[in-house]
């Protein structure tokens, strides 16, 4: 599993882990994402449970074991959130931030240790170490109870799904040529986002943000004027195709 650095400062780092070349070939590629400050760190949607043992072992050529404090579940899929019953024999100690919509399904995956901490529908935060991170709502793009998250010091949007392309593990890693990469997220985006005046919420929402990266769960992340790029596509695509 490779691992691409996002952002360093010196109060804290991102992390990509990805493009797993050792995933199984029906299995769909994914992004996780994490984010240490100081002697905490917080892994977001950390995958599924066939990513569990090459995720532990990129993640620990980083972080010590004991720092992993937390993890969040944007929403309840099972590419985000199934690796949950491993994890909670290896940090029993940590939090689980997600949507409070979900707990009773994501407990499924299997939760005997890790604390549940609720996101209500407005949002929250979340303090790692010396970062704070908020949740933003992303609700029906395209669970029902979904959330992205914000970094306002490193400007990063990790989107969740929103933004997602479905490729193989040897694309790179970030979007250079807008144009040419509309093709593969099309027809997700069409059909997986369910809700028109969801999508219009959203885009009014993270517009505020001052956002230079944007960071999806699957393909590639979007970086400068890709970010306005994508918003300007995503506000005039029509989405919720299926009848």
Do not use: C
Request: glycine share 6%; hydrophobic share 40%; net charge negative.
């Amino acid at each position: 599993m490779k691992a691409t650095e996002l952002y360093k400062s010196t109060t804290h780092r991102w992390l990509v882990l990805g493009r797993d070349e050792s995933k199984p070939e029906k299995i769909i590629d994914t992004n996780q994402y994490v984010i240490s400050s100081q002697s905490e760190a917080i892994i977001l949607d950390p995958g599924g449970i066939e990513l569990f043992s090459p995720m532990l072992a990129g993640i620990l050529k980083h972080i010590d074991l004991e720092n992993i404090t937390s993890l969040f579940a944007s929403h309840q899929d099972p590419d985000i959130i199934s690796s949950l019953g491993l994890w909670d024999k290896t940090i029993p100690n940590a939090k689980l931030y997600a949507p409070w919509l979900w707990e009773g399904f994501i407990r499924h995956f299997g939760m005997e240790n890790i604390t549940y901490v609720p996101i209500k529908d407005e949002g929250g935060e979340v303090r790692v170490g010396s970062a704070t991170l908020k949740f933003i709502p992303a609700h029906y793009l395209h669970s029902s109870g979904n959330f992205n998250v914000y970094d306002p010091a490193a400007k990063i949007l990790m989107s969740g799904d929103i933004g997602a392309a479905l490729e193989d593990h040897n694309a790179p890693m970030f979007v250079e040529d807008f144009g040419s990469h509309v093709k593969k997220m099309e027809y997700f985006h069409k059909r997986w986002m369910p809700s028109n005046r969801a999508k219009a919420n959203w885009i009014a929402r993270v517009r505020e943000l001052d956002i230079e990266i944007m960071a999806p769960q699957h393909g590639r992340v979007f970086k400068g004027e890709m970010v306005e790029e994508f918003l300007a596509w995503f506000a005039k695509l029509d989405v919720g195709i299926a009848s």
